[in-house]
Antibody, heavy 120, light 110 residues
Framework: QEQLQQSGPGLVKPSQTLSLTCAISGDSVSSNNAAWNWIRQSPSRGLEWLGRTYYRSKWYNDYALSVKSRITINPDTSKNQFSLQLNSVTPEDTAVYYC??????????WGRGTRVTVSS | QSVLTQPPSASGTPGQRVSISCFGSSSNIGRNTVNWYQQLPGTAPKFLIYSNNQRPSWVPDRFSGSKSGTSASLAISGLQSEDEADYHCAAWDDSLKAWVFGGGTKLTVL
């Protein structure tokens, strides 16, 4: 059964790094058809795509301009998972973070979401 | 503000037909296909319509999507109480090189 399992802390202090992991079941992070995305949702900003990693003979990353200077998304082929690191967080980064697969031009598989609060 | 524009709310009574609009621009909806996601309370979004008007097998044919120029629309006929949810449109933006979403429309079944 295809599934994305998210893990990571729900509370991060301002100026620190937010780190989340998304473990993949039933597919491969190295798939030549899929891309692996991070998306967040907050009441003020709605759904916001943060970035993706994907493999097409080599690894590629795309990031949203709004977070490009602070974000890293890395695949981990040994554990069949991918991760999100967002540096120098502020309270504006408080949101529910989702990992999601895109295949065929839409997000067809989502994680359950991780509520992350940025607060001291 | 979201790149794609949706009305914040919509409503209808059981059995009615409702429509939710999504307005974009030439760099997103005007060039690329539109997807719709349904988000039930407290859950992750789930894809509902892809490639403008295609339904996954589990989505009833009461749900339909369309696109014209730089706008798209989701229609729900025979409205049911379980359709009460948030609905989000999305498309790839060629200028931003990013996925963009609408702000979401909260559908209330009266």
């Amino acid at each position: 059964q295809e599934q994305l399992q998210q893990s990571g802390p729900g509370l991060v202090k301002p100026s620190q790094t937010l780190s989340l992991t998304c473990a993949i079941s039933g597919d491969s992070v190295s798939s030549n058809n899929a891309a692996w995305n991070w998306i967040r949702q907050s009441p003020s900003r709605g759904l916001e795509w943060l970035g993706r990693t994907y493999y097409r003979s080599k690894w590629y990353n795309d990031y949203a301009l709004s977070v490009k200077s602070r974000i890293t998304i890395n695949p981990d082929t040994s554990k069949n998972q991918f991760s999100l690191q967002l540096n120098s967080v502020t309270p504006e980064d408080t949101a529910v973070y989702y990992c999601a697969r895109s295949d065929g031009g839409h997000f067809d598989l989502w994680g359950r979401g991780t509520r992350v609060t940025v607060s001291s | 503000q979201s790149v794609l524009t949706q009305p914040p709310s919509a409503s209808g009574t059981p059995g009615q037909r409702v429509s939710i609009s999504c307005f974009g621009s030439s760099s997103n909806i005007g060039r690329n296909t539109v997807n719709w996601y349904q988000q039930l309370p407290g859950t992750a979004p789930k894809f509902l319509i892809y490639s403008n008007n295609q339904r996954p097998s589990w989505v009833p044919d009461r749900f339909s999507g369309s696109k014209s120029g730089t706008s798209a629309s989701l229609a729900i006929s025979g409205l049911q109480s379980e359709d009460e949810a948030d609905y989000h449109c999305a498309a790839w933006d060629d200028s931003l090189k990013a996925w963009v979403f609408g702000g979401g429309t909260k559908l209330t079944v009266l």
